[in-house]
């Protein structure tokens, strides 16, 4: 089973922990706006899966039926043990190639980009990696491990991840020898030079220093997070978006053929040497490297952290109750990234209430179909609730402005 449901309300109060503590030690970590671009990204990871995994599942159902060399035998604890390193191995050639194939980088890029590092930056993740990422596991089903058992090791191997994304966590001595650590996976996520494109493990660092992508957090160097070529914007759908435009971009420019073919596969950042115009640099500079951090009053920040709130509803209620037909998930999911949208305009610092005028039209016109299909009055008086309120603040907002 996929176990990472239940665990999303561990993480939530994992985060405040932190938040808090980084407060009382005079070291906070969070900025609200990079943190709730975070948890929208997670949000509408969640949401898509539910849409594009079935491509990635029906290729692991042939090759489990009609493809495995054995079954291997799911009752054992061998099988599970076996299933966990075997998953982790591959997971990281995953990672690996994801770093370095312009195709596979332009899903993963999403988890990389925000410039601070915290427990929020691990539930920033891609909404359109079940699009290709399910590639990499077809050998695990093809040696014989049992679909339900790799789903189970699977979301235990994204949870054990969840804690290593964090500033406050020092060291862990013989630990970090074995396992992924907050240490070495702060390397991971940081864009210097000496860091960059290292320690891809998703449980054990062991593969790292097998292949020769193994690097020691140096403590007279500190980690700049984020990437090279910053976004300046919370918008969740270009964070998932931008590379692929850039791939496309590149395909149609080209004036060889066989570069257009090739920018898909090419190693990340490599452009084709036919394009009409000059090649960009990424213009990194650690001595002049200053984070994204536009300044929009306090209401603002208010206003966009209930939509967060109102997010976290749909998605921890309404896509889970499992009530929703195919249809319907796909619309709430199109306006979960709408309502995303419209509040990344708020923490850009950009007028959007035209937009917003209609983000809530369309709330209120889907409302009513919503408590129909639920079953739960309790729900549909919150689900009112929200958006009672929502309704209010906008107002309060539109009038000071």
């Known amino acids: ?73 799911a009752s054992s604890p061998l099988t599970w043990v076996f299933a966990f390193v075997v998953y982790d191995f591959f997971y990281y050639w995953f990672h690996r190639i994801s770093h370095e194939r312009q195709i596979f980088w332009a899903s993963h890029v999403a988890h990389h980009q925000s410039e601070d590092y915290n427990l929020s930056t691990a539930l920033r993740q891609t909404g359109t990696g079940a699009l290709l990422t399910w590639v990499f596991y077809i050998p695990v089903f093809w040696i014989g491990v049992p679909s339900y058992v790799f789903v189970s090791v699977a ?17 862990l001595g013989w630990y970090e020898l074995l396992f992924v650590t907050p240490s070495n996976h702060r390397v991971h996520h940081a864009q210097n030079e000496n860091y960059i494109d290292k320690n891809y493990g998703g449980v054990f660092i062991i593969w790292d220093r097998m292949f020769g992508t193994f690097k020691e957090e140096d403590e007279n160097e500190a980690c700049i997070y984020g990437i090279r070529g910053t976004l300046n914007t919370f918008n969740p759908i270009w964070a998932n978006l931008h590379i692929y435009v850039s791939i496309f971009k590149d395909m149609w420019n080209a004036q060889n053929w066989k570069e257009k073919i090739h920018v898909p596969f090419a190693r990340t950042g490599w452009k084709p040497s036919s394009l009409p115009y000059p090649e960009s640099n990424d213009n990194f500079n650690p001595e002049t490297f ?67 005028m209609i983000r809530i039209s369309l709330c209120l016109l889907i409302s009513p179909a919503y408590i129909v299909v639920s079953h739960n009055a309790l729900y549909d008086a919150f689900f009112i609730l929200i958006y009672l309120i929502q309704i209010h603040l906008f107002f309060i907002i539109r009038k000071k402005k």
């Open 290 to 356: 200053k984070k994204y951090n536009p300044v929009v009053p306090s209401k603002i920040k208010i206003y966009a952290f209930f939509q967060f709130i109102s997010m976290t509803y749909v998605g921890l209620v309404l896509l889970e109750s499992g009530e929703l037909n195919y249809q319907q998930l796909c619309i709430t999911i199109a306006m979960m990234a709408f309502t995303m949208y419209c509040t990344s305009l708020w923490l850009d610092n950009k007028k959007g209430y035209l937009v917003e």
């Open 155 to 171: 979301s235990i191997n994204l949870i054990y991840q969840f804690w290593v994304h964090s500033e406050h966590i020092p060291k």
């Open 1 to 73: 089973m996929d176990y990472v449901p239940y665990a999303v309300p561990f993480f939530l109060l994992a985060i405040l922990i932190e938040l808090a503590y980084g407060v009382i030690k005079k070291n906070n970590t969070y900025r609200l706006n990079d943190a709730i671009s975070s948890l929208f990204m997670g949000s509408l990871r969640s949401a898509n899966n539910l849409i594009f995994i079935g491509l990635g599942g029906y290729v692991f159902y042939l090759t489990e039926t009609y493809f495995a060399l054995w079954r291997m035998d």
